[in-house]
């Protein structure tokens, strides 16, 4: 159950929320960017760099995560067998 005065938010303080929620926009109104100093006064060019090199990080994550939930995949279909085998 999520907190109602978080404003939709409480999953930003999970596990798999911490991974999910990553954004180039503050993540409260009035905060300052985190990725972007002064978004009005740099060039397009800077923009696309910037943006560039957050999807890579973004990419990364994802595939981090898809990894992780295909560890505990075969982890779920592995170990019931070892475990019977052992006894």
Known sequence: MTNPSSGGRAYEDTLIGSFLSK??????????FLFFEKPKTMTERDVEIISG????VIC?????LNELKES????????PRTIISII
């Open 60 to 64: 990364n994550k994802k595939k981090q």
């Open 53 to 56: 090199n957050m999807w890579q």
């Open 23 to 32: 954004s180039c926009l503050p993540s409260v109104p009035g905060k300052p």
């Open 72 to 79: 505990f995949r075969l982890a779920n279909e592995t170990l």
